[in-house]
């Protein structure tokens, strides 16, 4: 069974902090790892990454991923309070590519 | 491009009522999936439909059945609901090709 765990469940951080969250993953035939920001209503897209160590990168939002180690890294640097929100991030599996949920973590930016 | 429409956006149910959760997409999309969201489960798939006629169960079908009326609309029924299917439904959509999959506003329901 695929497993994608994230970490921590939960952070508070002030205006300006940089944030790393976590994502580990355990996927048969592993093609992908998908991160999506969640505010109040549906999840949007952030990043798709399929190669190791290579860098995807918007705005202040990055993120990597280490194949070897099973996990991934989205980094945001000079937070805002709008970046308050659920990050979620997902494997795809099987030619239909059902994805599997971590449980998300949330994030939440004090001024 | 309105992108994933999900209707209704609220719904309060008793128990053993039965609803519809209607979706649909203007992407063209050959793929569609229903998730439901928890308090801190993340999101777990209960069905999706890799193409127009065909339909498949995710991890959490108990309790629900759906419906791929063309390749625009997917639909989730509830046949009895139940106070264990108070959730928010998300419905998605995907293209042939990449993995990422684009999300509708959600469904927040309610069963007493």
């Known amino acids: 069974e695929d497993k994608v765990v994230q970490s921590p469940l939960s952070l508070v951080v002030h205006e300006g902090d940089t944030v790393t969250l976590n994502c580990s993953y355990e996927v048969t035939n592993f093609r992908s790892l998908l991160w999506y920001k969640q505010e109040k209503k549906a999840p949007t897209f952030l990043f798709m990454l399929?190669?190791?160590?290579i860098e995807k990168k918007s705005g202040r939002l990055s993120s990597i991923l280490d194949k070897k180690e099973l996990s991934s890294i989205l980094n945001i640097t000079a937070t805002q309070t709008g970046d308050s929100a659920i990050y979620l991030c997902a494997a795809p599996s099987g030619a239909n590519s059902k994805l599997t949920f971590g449980k998300g973590i949330t994030l939440s930016v004090r001024p | 491009n309105a992108g994933v429409t999900q209707t209704p956006k609220f719904q309060v149910l008793k128990t053993g009522q039965s609803m519809t959760l209607q979706c649909a997409q203007d992407?063209?999309?050959?793929?569609m999936y229903w998730y439901r969201q928890d308090p801190g489960m993340g999101l777990r798939l209960i069905y999706y439909?890799?193409?127009?006629?065909?339909?498949d169960k995710g991890e959490v079908p108990n309790g629900y059945n759906v419906s791929r009326l063309n390749k625009r609309e997917f639909s989730l029924r509830l046949e009895s609901a139940a106070p264990s299917q108070t959730s928010v439904y998300f419905c998605?959509?995907?293209?042939?090709?990449?993995?990422?999959?684009?999300f509708g506003p959600g469904t927040r329901l309610t069963v007493l």
């Open positions: 998605a959509s995907r293209t042939g090709g990449p993995d990422e999959q684009f």
């Open positions: 399929t190669s190791s160590g």
């Open positions: 439909s890799a193409s127009e006629g065909t339909t």
């Open positions: 992407m063209n999309h050959n793929s």
